[in-house]
Each structure stands twice: as structure tokens, then as C-alpha cells.
């Protein structure tokens, strides 16, 4: 997953362009739920939110480090797909 840093400007651009649903505002900045987030795997070939992002403030989520599989296992779990 990916994780949006406090140099977040609150432009709302991302959270739209997200297939996943997983941005959302949070209290401060924006905010990535994790379990969400596929790093756009299983729909595009790179991460919508950091292509929009003007301040460039999306970065791999340390805590939330995954695997291609992985990540394409959580798309078929959101999705359903098989
Ligand atoms: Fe959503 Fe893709 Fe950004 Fe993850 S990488 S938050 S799935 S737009
Ligand atoms: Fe924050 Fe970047 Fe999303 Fe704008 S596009 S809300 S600056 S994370």
C-alpha cells in the first residue's frame, strides 16, 4: 500500500482517481486505508493518486510493504474477480 506524507496540501485531486476507494480526507491530510490500496495493481500499470499529485507526497507505505501477488491477490478480494 501507499501512504500519503503530512506535505499533503488537501487539493483533493487523488482521492477520485483512485479505483479502489481507499483515499479519503483524514483529520490532517489525506489519508490511505491500506487494505484498500493495491497500488493500483489489477487496473492500471502505475499509482493514479502519485501520477495526479502536485506535491509529490505518495510514498510506499514502510508498514504496509507488499508483494505483486500480494497485491493482485487484494484486487481479486475487492473486486471479485477470479
Ligand atoms: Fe488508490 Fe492506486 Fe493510490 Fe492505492 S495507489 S491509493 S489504489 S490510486
Ligand atoms: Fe494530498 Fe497529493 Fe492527494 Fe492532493 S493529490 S490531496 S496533495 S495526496
Not at 486505508?33 to 506535491?55: A, I, K, L, M, N
Amino acid at each position: 500500500a501507499l501512504l500519503i506524507t503530512d506535505q499533503c496540501v488537501n487539493c483533493d485531486v487523488c482521492e477520485p482517481v483512485c479505483p479502489n476507494k481507499a483515499i479519503a480526507q483524514g483529520e490532517v491530510v489525506y489519508e490511505i486505508e491500506p487494505s484498500r490500496c493495491t497500488e493500483c495493481v489489477g487496473h492500471f500499470d502505475t499509482p493514479q493518486c502519485v501520477e495526479v499529485c502536485p506535491v509529490e507526497c505518495i510514498f510506499i507505505d514502510p508498514e504496509h510493504t507488499e508483494s505483486r501477488d500480494a497485491l493482485q491477490t487484494k484486487y481479486r478480494a475487492l473486486t471479485g474477480a477470479i
